[in-house]
């Protein structure tokens, strides 16, 4: 084995993205990659050109554009030590971003031979296909829905960045409610946060709903059934002073979108039994309750067909396209 391809496997094994690994894993992926040397305001990649490659930053970063189709320009910074332009790769699609490296940035290029080395790690194509699909939805358009009583909200999907935006908010959730959601008097802890914000897309999917702010009002989510594919468990949150005036039940019908694309067919749902709010919504789409424990009961609902979901066309449609776009984009 040459020393250069040791020094560098070793390398690798450092970065996060290889935190399953061992520097031997590497020893192929490391043989078939290029060094990567950019100045600042260096153009790494181009959105809407043919991808033969990716990136590994070890230093710097990189400032990644995106123009969607209505126009509007979102971007994100990737930090050292992650991949660019695996969705590209993935999708077998042209650049998605276009990706420029924000002052000096070292790292590794590699081209197709490396990239199918590069899936046969141990468990980066999962973490590949996880993070391409919160990128995707990063760079989606949150879409405006307005209350009854003309507050302007938007709607779009869950985010690892939801995290802060939750703890540093100005939406109230009060202990009540947080008890209501999580049955259970503790705190959010690390772990659950980071459950609850870097979803999949696939198996949990979860809405956010943000005021003009980007503070969040509330959200919902389904966590697929691992015995079966077709059915989910659900549940949902919404801040004090949101509550009562149509925030769960918009929630609630863009769920019932997101599951459409994703094939559930159903919904199961496990609360207090005194969180009247969230049985009052359930309740509409045939909720029959049952006693599961002392102060918890249980029901199943089927999803309603698309045609039923009582949202404007429009607003229908544009919620199946965002959830398309994060679901299917990778399927």
């Given at each position: 084995m040459a020393e250069w391809i040791t020094a560098r496997a070793a390398e690798l094994s450092q970065l996060s993205v290889f935190a399953d690994c061992f520097p031997a894993d590497l020893y192929p992926l490391a043989a078939l990659l290029e060094p990567l040397n950019a100045d600042g305001g260096a153009v790494l990649m181009r959105q809407g050109e043919t991808a033969h490659s990716f990136l590994i930053i070890a230093t710097g970063s990189a400032l990644v554009e995106r123009v969607n189709t209505d126009g509007q320009i979102v971007h994100m910074t990737v930090e050292a030590g992650q991949i660019i332009g695996e969705i590209a790769l993935l999708r077998r699609a042209p650049r998605v971003a276009t990706v420029v490296a924000d002052g000096p940035v070292t790292g590794w290029v590699g081209r197709d031979d490396a990239f199918d080395a590069l899936i046969e790690l141990p468990g980066v194509l999962a973490m590949l296909v996880r993070t391409a699909r919160q990128r995707m939805a990063a760079f989606l358009t949150p879409i405006p829905f307005?209350?009854?009583?003309?507050?302007?909200?938007?709607?779009?999907?869950?985010?690892?960045?939801?995290?802060?935006?939750?703890?540093?908010?100005?939406?109230?959730?009060?202990?009540?409610?947080?008890?209501?959601?999580?049955?259970?008097?503790?705190?959010?802890?690390?772990?659950?946060?980071?459950?609850?914000?870097?979803?999949?897309?696939?198996?949990?999917?979860?809405?956010?709903?943000?005021?003009?702010?980007?503070?969040?009002?509330?959200?919902?989510?389904?966590?697929?059934?691992?015995?079966?594919?077709?059915?989910?468990?659900?549940?949902?949150?919404?801040?004090?002073?949101?509550?009562?005036?149509?925030?769960?039940?918009?929630?609630?019908?863009?769920?019932?979108?997101?599951?459409?694309?994703?094939?559930?067919?159903?919904?199961?749902?496990?609360?207090?039994?005194?969180?009247?709010?969230?049985?009052?919504i359930l309740d509409k789409y045939g909720a029959k309750w049952e006693r599961e424990d002392i102060g918890v009961v249980t029901t199943v609902i089927e999803v309603q067909e698309v045609r039923e979901v009582r949202l404007p066309a429009d607003l229908k449609d544009r919620i199946r396209d965002a959830a398309r776009q994060v679901y299917g984009a990778l399927s």
């Open positions: 307005h209350l009854a009583d003309g507050t302007e909200l938007f709607l779009r999907p869950v985010l690892p960045g939801d995290s802060a935006r939750a703890e540093r908010g100005t939406v109230e959730f009060s202990p009540e409610t947080v008890f209501r959601r999580f049955m259970s008097p503790r705190g959010m802890s690390p772990s659950l946060m980071r459950y609850l914000f870097e979803v999949d897309y696939v198996n949990h999917f979860a809405w956010v709903l943000c005021d003009l702010e980007d503070g969040m009002v509330g959200d919902v989510r389904f966590v697929r059934d691992e015995n079966d594919r077709t059915a989910a468990e659900i549940a949902f949150i919404v801040g004090d002073e949101y509550q009562g005036r149509g925030v769960g039940s918009f929630l609630m019908k863009a769920l019932m979108l997101a599951a459409s694309v994703a094939g559930i067919e159903k919904f199961t749902a496990r609360v207090l039994s005194d969180n009247l709010p969230m049985r009052a």
